[in-house]
């Protein structure tokens, strides 16, 4: 059964203060590893696709990496709009369906 | 930015009451999807659905459950007789089949009672 485990739950730092969120994994076969962000009431919203270990992709003050076991977002100088909870989700080769982790809630104070 | 539309936004509805939740994809997508968010859990799929069949589901989608794409813009979730677990957010989803991520729309809250 494919597991995605995020860490940690909540996470609050000041603003311009960076940080990391993990993504730890396991899939029988990975098609794809995803971010996305979700805002309260709101549907994700996609961030990144990686597809294979040593794969890094930026935007803005985000990046995401990846390893055969976890992923780590990284977030540079934040600001308070970056405020949101951040999903990690795999895909399985052969599967439709994506299957999250519970997220880490981002609170950034200015 | 072309969304993923999701009507209505909330619905209340008695318990073993028939409720029908819609969504109207991007337009050129193909692949479109169904996954819920009880409140303070994980988003979990529920179905995947392409060339108006359904592709996967999960084994939370049983026979309580039903997708239609009933005509060229529309992709509906029926579950036909609620129970007071099926209160969550409801999500749909589409994507190309070239890029493999999929457009969340906005939502809609279920509330049974």
């Known amino acids: 059964e494919d597991q995605v485990t995020q860490s940690p739950e909540a996470l609050r730092l000041q603003e311009g203060e960076s940080s990391s969120l993990n993504c730890s994994y396991t899939v029988s076969g990975l098609r794809g590893l995803f971010w996305y962000r979700q805002d309260p009431g709101k549907g994700p919203e996609f961030l990144f696709t990686l597809y294979s270990a040593g794969e890094e992709k930026e935007k803005e003050r985000l990046k995401a990496t990846l390893t055969k076991k976890e992923s780590f977002l990284h977030i540079t100088a934040p600001k308070p709009e970056d405020s949101a909870t951040y999903l990690c989700?795999?895909?399985?080769?052969?599967?439709?369906?994506?299957?999250f982790g519970k997220g880490t809630h981002l609170i950034i104070q200015p | 930015e072309p969304e993923v539309t999701q009507t209505p936004s909330h619905q209340v509805t008695q318990m073993g009451q028939e409720v029908i939740l819609r969504c109207v994809p991007i337009s050129n997508h193909l692949y479109f999807y169904w996954y819920r968010q009880i409140l303070g859990q994980k988003v979990e799929f529920l179905v995947s659905f392409y060339n108006n069949e359904i592709s996967e589901k999960s084994e939370i989608f049983d026979d309580q459950f039903s997708v239609e794409r009933p005509d060229g813009s529309n992709f509906t979730l029926k579950i036909r007789s609620t129970k007071l677990e099926d209160s969550a957010m409801y999500f749909c989803a589409s994507n190309t089949g070239q890029e493999i991520y999929g457009t969340f729309g906005s939502g809609t809250r279920l509330t049974v009672v």
């Open positions: 989700a795999v895909q399985a080769r052969g599967a439709d369906g994506l299957t």
